[in-house]
């Protein structure tokens, strides 16, 4: 599994002030990048849509930069090996096609929970706590992953991400879980790896920590000015205590 060492680390003593965790009392995980290591089984299906297409085939490692946006986003990416560039529409249409159908049965072959993750969301299980997954992968992709990595059972709300009309860094999917829950917005925290998860916790107004380790285009999510950065979900499940 490719888990970086932490970069960037903020002052934990200093920046948990910003976060009243005794008055938490749902926290909503991002998916892919926070959870779970998911790049292995994302670079394939797209090297193996690329083969379909006739086209040559991208560094797997390409991968870990262009996850983050949702699966229409990526495959244009893939397409393009540019962030922000729009492939031929037929050409994008074919390709999109192509990887819903290789994803849908390989989403899980290669991806791993990272280091922790069953150890915190056990912890946390526990407490007075509700626990929801906000991502932006579609349905049924998501449920799928989640199951097949043993991750359902610890989650009463899955927001994927065509559960509702906007996708992150837009704050309604974190709205949609705040009413699912019927809690004030004061009591929610996002837990995330990329801008994404920053800007839409900022809108939503729910706090929010990071993980070092996943998916943020390259960039180093201390840069984003979450409320906290930690090592791994352990140390964050710690703070709760």
């Known amino acids: 599994m490719n888990m970086p060492a932490a970069r960037g680390q903020t002052d934990n003593s200093a920046t948990s002030a910003k976060i009243a965790f005794d008055e938490v009392r749902l926290v909503l995980f ?118 097949a990595l043993g991750l359902n059972v610890y989650f009463e709300l899955v927001v994927a991400g065509d559960t509702t009309p906007r996708k992150k860094p837009d704050p309604m999917p974190l709205h949609y879980a705040a009413d699912y829950f019927d ?16 800007l839409a916790a900022r809108s939503a107004g729910f706090g929010i920590v990071c993980v070092p380790y996943g998916y943020n285009h390259g960039h180093d999510i201390a840069e984003s000015n979450p409320d906290l950065v930690v090592g791994n979900l352990v140390e964050l499940s710690e703070m709760f205590a």
Not at 42 to 65: I, V, Y
Not at 121 to 139: I, M, Q
Not at 183 to 198: K, R
């Open 30 to 147: 991002d998916l892919d990048g926070t959870l779970v290591d998911s790049v292995g089984d994302l670079a394939w299906c797209a090297n193996e849509m690329l083969h379909s297409l006739a086209m040559p085939k991208q560094d797997p490692e390409a991968a870990r930069n262009w996850v983050g946006n949702g699966v229409e986003r990526f495959v244009k990416r893939v397409l393009t090996n540019d962030m922000q560039a729009e492939p031929d529409a037929a050409l994008f249409k074919a390709g999109l096609e192509i990887f819903n159908k290789l994803y849908a049965k390989h989403a899980s072959d290669h991806s791993e929970v990272y280091p922790g993750v069953f150890e915190s969301l056990e912890r946390l299980s526990k407490l007075d706590l509700h626990l929801a997954c906000v991502t932006n992968k579609p349905e049924p992709f998501t449920s799928n992953l989640i199951e």
């Open 183 to 198: 809690l004030d917005y004061g009591a929610f925290l996002m837990v995330g790896d990329s801008s994404n998860d920053v």
